[in-house]
Nanobody, 126 residues
Framework: VQLQASGGGVVQAGGSLRLSCIPS????????MGWFRQAPGKGREFVAG???????LYADSVKGRFTISRDHHKNTMYLQMSSLKPEDTAVYYC?????????????????????WGQGTLVTVSS
C-alpha cells in the first residue's frame, strides 16, 4: 500500500493549507489513519488521527486550528490547517493502519501505522 500525500507549500503566518492523502488500495473508511509531522532537528510527532469509526483526535498544539477528515467516495483523507504558525513548519506525513476495523490501539503512537506517505513540506513564514 502506498500513500500519496500532497498539498504542502509556503504560507504566511495566519494562513491556511489543506493536505490530502490518497492510499493506493483499501478504503480510508475501513482503517485508522493519521497525520504526523517532523520539524527540522526534531523527532516525529503526532498531529491528528481519524479512526475507521470516524472518531478524531488531535495533538494539543493543533486543537482548534486543524481539522482531520475523510471523503469515502474520493477515498481521500484530509488535514485542513488554519491559523498556521511558524512552529507548524515541518514535513507532514500521512499514515495508515494495516488492520481493517481495528478495535483498540493507540492512534497517537506511530507503531499503530504500517504504511507511511512520502511527506509533504509545509513552511510557515512569520
Amino acid at each position: 500500500v502506498q500513500l500519496q500525500a500532497s498539498g504542502g507549500g509556503v504560507v504566511q503566518a495566519g494562513g491556511s493549507l489543506r493536505l490530502s492523502c490518497i492510499p493506493s488500495k483499501g478504503s480510508v473508511s475501513h482503517h485508522d489513519m493519521g497525520w504526523f509531522r517532523q520539524a527540522p532537528g526534531k523527532g516525529r510527532e503526532f498531529v491528528a488521527g481519524i479512526r475507521w469509526s470516524a472518531d478524531t483526535l488531535y495533538a494539543d498544539s493543533v486543537k482548534g486550528r486543524f481539522t482531520i477528515s475523510r471523503d469515502h467516495h474520493k477515498n481521500t483523507m484530509y488535514l485542513q490547517m488554519s491559523s498556521l504558525k511558524p512552529e507548524d513548519t515541518a514535513v507532514y506525513y500521512c499514515a495508515r493502519d494495516r488492520q481493517r476495523l481495528r478495535v483498540g490501539g493507540c492512534p497517537r503512537g506511530g507503531a499503530l501505522y504500517a504504511y507511511w506517505g512520502q511527506g509533504t513540506l509545509v513552511t510557515v513564514s512569520s
